[in-house]
């Protein structure tokens, strides 16, 4: 790679020229270009020898990526001084280094960066007697106590679950029932749920049509990929979401002759990479698309033949055609009849598809071939798609299509997610964490908000619940409820900031009798609370295991004592428990250290006879459990204690046609379908299903009636939307342009934005088409205000011409930072553009908005690691 791509590189695509560079760009930071190699690189003398007095010290990176890779820390005399991945063995791609990437080195920004929150706070103005809610982030802060703030907490708890119960607590952090200990234990609260990065997925279990809400364990062993003929990327690019071993995999693929096709509105950092096919697809129109391709194939069987794996369908599937109706089916429907337009009078032919997509025929007709019968087809998704208005059927439909090309079940052909830390690795995992020992808790109070109607019931009162499936079975699914939120309560997750209707929810923040936030800075949530307690990094605990991929099982050791006064989530939650006059015991019964023993003594690992059966992994002697303190049973397993823990955990040996190579996804329904029926009423595939349609309109957020088969949805929201009228080709509308916002290697979602080395390497930008941006008279690096109907934003160009016309990507995770004379919000959070609008069955929409941009003259955006950080002043 060039020097001038690699100073690029640093710019995070600013000033990037053309596609290729700017890709390039981006590959850099993962550690993979165009020119990437499989070969071992040279192996280096570290420039300080750990014997001179440094430790290292296998350390956390523990933030919401797909990649769980290896970092390992030097410590000396209290500080960090170098930082490695893995180096436990030689790299090879079938036995392959755990190798971290830039975000992985930034964690030590996130430990001891100058804007760690260090005290417990007080937002000056507020106090039990007078919240003065509207100053939530405009206030200034005060130091407190411990003491002060845990009394303050408690007290609050106490006077608003005696005066409206505890439905009035809301907790903003979705998706873990053990999230907020004291609250639980304390009698519950209302929850959030929002269908996040799995989209439409989630509204399908696998007892609707066949594959599970978030296909988890359906990809085929990576190795499988060298049978391949052809690897679909359908709204995937690992290279930043899964950056790791993944890219790896697919190098290997690539090398042994593999053909790479990616569908997306980018030509992805994963796509340049791979030298892929690239189909541009308009964001939100991904059913209309793969109409267009099962017509095609319909068509081309016809007249060619062997595009349409019939025996696979007849064998494994029901509603494909009206020769295979499922027994419930309340009508006499079938896929087929509906693609050929008998129920409406519209054929979905590639002509029509392509006037919805932007995809040209001709390309549509090709990805039909390419994903025929005759080829060895790998199709993998991941889950942007899905996050549309209008989505709902995408998760059925590509399921259709790898049916009809028969991609299921046998060597080289695989129908998959592409996500986080198992992309391109499916298969049961060969290495297993144990159980911590901590109980679980169940939160009383069932009453579960769709994401973005959150903010709204808090001043509506009334919210109607989509569904427990976000976080349970479903039961509740179409449920009108009350509410009456007094307190907010951010914990574990960040909610106001990675959730739509982030504008709206900082007035519900502001009408609250009281906020309160853990953080580690003053994030989006702490800023607008009005106590925050500073917690530690993970670098700051006794240590913990993380699953990275089916191979290998990751542990980290604490690097650091916790700094300043910051406590761990356990010795907060502990302190309000004790409070709140609840016995902590009940909920805490055991020490962290304890929790992390047990964790290492229950992991096991695969058994080596390929029986699938396992062992225990570690050795623990009697000095182990007396060295660390611990209650335990010493016990036999392959590695021993401190080797396991300074290794940084454990990887299964993988070599070429090994007993692991054989997973295969649904191999065994494939082998014997009536001894290994799918969870559905049919026990195949449900093309036309029943139960999800049952399903669907069992929610009522909408009056339509949804059909059993995939159908195109015009949605509320998306392409159609663009025009005045809601007519494709009419006259433009207000808000001309499909929003998306991709996955940014700047961040992993909103972690990582106040780093200064992230800030240095990847800017903030927003993606424009250069043809776009230049009938705007926009280029490069110009401030650009970005505005929907919900709110408005400043971002920096990056002008490109591997993106389709007539989209702005607005990269995830922005902190924002709300102008307040102007309410434009500085930062460029993409959050802050998105509103309360919702799918039919629930689904978030956060990839097809309608949103205008323009040149933006009144301000010059500064560069963002030319930015003060938010390091709070307490004198």
């Known amino acids: 790679m060039s020097i001038e791509s690699k100073n690029i590189s640093r710019r995070g695509f600013l000033g990037a020229a053309a596609a290729v560079a700017a890709s390039a760009a981006a590959l850099s930071a993962t550690g993979c270009s165009a020119e990437a190699s499989l070969d071992a690189a040279d192996k280096h003398e570290?420039?300080?020898?750990?014997?001179?007095?440094?430790?290292?010290?296998?350390?956390?990176?523990?933030?919401?990526?797909?990649?769980?890779?290896?970092?390992?820390?030097?410590?000396?005399?209290?500080?960090?001084?170098?930082?490695?991945?893995?180096?436990?063995?030689e790299d090879s791609p079938d036995y392959p280094q755990q190798r971290g990437c830039v975000r992985g080195k930034a964690q030590q920004q996130q430990c001891f960066g100058a804007d760690r929150l260090k005290y417990p706070?007080?937002?000056?103005?507020?106090?039990?007697?007078?919240?003065?809610?509207?100053?939530?982030?405009?206030?200034?802060?005060?130091?407190?106590?411990?003491?002060?703030?845990?009394?303050?907490?408690?007290?609050?708890?106490?006077?608003?679950?005696?005066k409206y119960g505890n439905q009035a607590f809301l907790l903003g952090s979705y998706g873990s029932r053990y999230a907020f200990a004291p609250l639980l234990a304390?009698?519950?609260?209302?929850?959030?749920?929002?269908?996040?990065?799995?989209?439409?997925?989630?509204?399908?279990?696998?007892?609707?049509?066949?594959?599970?809400?978030?296909?988890?364990?359906?990809?085929?062993?990576?190795?499988?990929?060298?049978?391949?003929?052809?690897?679909?990327?359908?709204?995937?690019?690992?290279?930043?979401?899964?950056?790791?071993?993944?890219?790896?995999?697919?190098?290997?693929a690539k090398e042994a002759g593999v053909k790479f096709i990616t569908v997306d509105p980018i030509y992805t950092a994963s796509a340049q990479m791979l030298d892929a096919y690239w189909i541009p697809i308009r964001t939100g129109t991904d059913t209309a698309f793969m109409l267009g391709v099962a017509s095609e194939m319909l068509r081309l069987d016809k007249e060619e033949g062997d595009v349409i794996d019939w025996d696979f369908l007849d064998k494994y599937t029901v509603g494909f055609?009206?020769?295979?109706?499922?027994?419930?089916?309340?009508?006499?429907?079938?896929?087929?009849?509906?693609?050929?337009?008998?129920?409406?009078?519209?054929?979905?032919?590639?002509?029509?598809?392509?006037?919805?997509?932007?995809v040209p025929v001709e390309q549509i007709t090709y990805f039909a071939r390419e994903i025929g019968k005759t080829r060895n087809v790998w199709m993998l998704h991941n889950f942007a798609a899905a996050r549309c208005n209008g989505s709902e059927n995408v998760p059925q439909l590509f399921m259709t299509l790898g049916a009809m090309g028969g991609h299921f079940g046998k060597p080289g052909n695989c129908t998959a997610n592409n996500y986080h830390a198992n992309a391109g690795n499916g298969g049961p995992a060969l290495v297993k964490a144990g159980k911590s020992g901590l109980p679980s808790l169940e939160n009383p109070i069932d009453g579960v908000i769709p994401g973005p109607h959150v903010w709204e019931a808090c001043f509506s009162g009334t919210y109607r619940q989509v569904g427990d499936w976000y976080a349970g079975d479903g039961s509740q699914a179409g449920v009108d409820k009350t509410c009456d939120i007094h307190c907010i309560v951010h914990d574990e997750n960040a909610y106001l900031q990675t959730g739509p209707n982030m504008k709206r929810g900082i007035e519900a923040h502001r009408k609250m009798d009281f906020v309160l936030a853990k953080a580690q800075f003053m994030n989006t949530q702490a800023r607008y609370s009005d106590i925050v307690l500073p917690v530690t990094t993970k670098w700051?605990?006794?240590?913990?295991?993380?699953?990275?991929?089916?191979?290998?099982?990751?542990?980290?050791?604490?690097?650091?004592?916790?700094?300043?006064?910051?406590?761990?989530?356990?010795?907060?939650?502990?302190?309000?428990?004790?409070?709140?006059?609840?016995?902590?015991?009940?909920?805490?019964?055991?020490?962290?250290?304890?929790?992390?023993?047990?964790?290492?003594?229950?992991?096991?690992?695969?058994?080596?006879?390929?029986?699938?059966a396992y062992e225990p992994?570690?050795?623990?002697?009697?000095?182990?459990?007396?060295?660390?303190?611990?209650?335990?049973?010493?016990?036999?397993?392959?590695?021993?204690?401190?080797?396991?823990?300074?290794?940084?955990?454990?990887?299964?040996?993988?070599?070429?046609?090994?007993?692991?190579?054989?997973?295969?996804?649904?191999?065994?329904?494939?082998?014997?379908?009536?001894?290994?029926?799918?969870?559905?009423?049919?026990?195949?595939?449900?093309?036309?299903?029943?139960?999800?349609?049952?399903?669907?309109?069992?929610?009522?957020?909408?009056?339509?009636?949804?059909?059993?088969?995939p159908e195109y949805i015009v949605p509320s929201v998306g392409y159609e939307t663009t025009f005045k009228n809601g007519e494709i080709g009419g006259e433009a509308g207000e808000y001309p342009y499909l929003m998306?916002?991709?996955?940014?290697?700047?961040?992993?979602?909103?972690?990582?934005?106040?780093?200064?080395?992230?800030?240095?390497?990847?800017?903030?930008?927003?993606?424009?088409?250069?043809?776009?941006?230049?009938?705007?008279?926009?280029?490069?690096?110009?401030?650009?205000?970005?505005?929907?109907?919900?709110?408005?934003?400043?971002?920096?160009?990056?002008?490109?011409?591997?993106?389709?016309?007539?989209?702005?990507?607005?990269?995830?995770?922005?902190?924002?930072?709300?102008?307040e004379a102007t309410g434009i919000d500085l930062a460029g959070a993409d959050n802050y553009l998105i509103g309360n609008d919702i799918s039919g069955c629930g689904v978030t929409s956060y990839n097809n908005n309608n949103c205008n941009f323009e040149k933006y003259e009144a301000v010059s955006l500064e560069a963002d690691c030319d930015l003060p950080m938010r390091i709070v002043d307490l004198g």
């Open 321 to 358: 055609d009206a020769d295979h109706k499922p027994d419930d089916l309340k009508e006499d429907v079938n896929f087929r009849d509906y693609v050929e337009g008998v129920y409406d009078g519209q054929p979905k032919t590639a002509e029509w598809a392509s006037n919805i997509c932007g």
């Open 186 to 252: 304390y009698g519950g609260h209302t929850s959030v749920a929002d269908s996040t990065s799995h989209g439409s997925y989630l509204l399908n279990p696998d007892t609707t049509i066949g594959i599970p809400s978030t296909d988890a364990g359906t990809c085929n062993d990576r190795t499988d990929m060298l049978n391949a003929d052809t690897i679909v990327f359908y709204a995937s690019n690992p290279a930043w979401s899964a950056p790791g071993t993944p890219s790896y995999h697919y190098l290997r």
């Open 540 to 612: 700051e605990v006794p240590g913990g295991l993380d699953s990275s991929n089916r191979e290998f099982l990751f542990c980290y050791s604490q690097v650091t004592e916790p700094l300043y006064e910051a406590k761990t989530d356990q010795e907060i939650n502990t302190l309000i428990l004790e409070a709140l006059g609840i016995d902590s015991a009940t909920v805490y019964p055991i020490s962290e250290k304890q929790a992390f023993f047990n964790q290492l003594a229950g992991t096991t690992v695969v058994k080596e006879d390929g029986s699938g």
């Open 121 to 162: 706070m007080k937002r000056k103005s507020w106090s039990p007697e007078n919240p003065n809610g509207e100053l939530r982030g405009k206030d200034e802060w005060e130091r407190i106590s411990w003491d002060e703030a845990i009394d303050y907490v408690a007290g609050q708890f106490k006077a608003i679950k005696e």
């Open 46 to 89: 570290l420039p300080t020898d750990p014997a001179d007095g440094g430790t290292w010290v296998a350390s956390a990176c523990w933030h919401n990526c797909g990649g769980r890779c290896m970092n390992k820390v030097m410590v000396k005399d209290g500080a960090v001084i170098r930082q490695k991945t893995d180096d436990t063995h």
């Open 740 to 819: 998306f916002n991709p996955h940014y290697f700047r961040r992993s979602h909103t972690v990582f934005d106040n780093c200064p080395w992230m800030r240095e390497a990847w800017s903030n930008p927003v993606f424009l088409n250069a043809s776009d941006a230049a009938e705007k008279g926009i280029e490069d690096g110009d401030t650009v205000r970005v505005w929907t109907k919900y709110g408005e934003v400043l971002r920096k160009a990056c002008c490109m011409e591997n993106m389709r016309p007539g989209q702005v990507g607005i990269p995830h995770g922005s902190w924002v930072d709300v102008d």
């Open 617 to 709: 992994l570690i050795s623990i002697t009697e000095d182990d459990i007396e060295q660390w303190g611990v209650e335990g049973e010493p016990q036999s397993g392959r590695v021993g204690l401190q080797e396991f823990i300074d290794n940084g955990g454990y990887q299964v040996e993988r070599a070429l046609g090994d007993q692991y190579s054989a997973f295969l996804g649904y191999a065994d329904f494939i082998a014997d379908p009536d001894a290994n029926p799918l969870g559905t009423a049919s026990g195949k595939f449900e093309i036309t299903s029943q139960a999800k349609a049952d399903l669907y309109n069992s929610i009522g957020l909408t009056d339509r009636e949804y059909q059993p088969y």
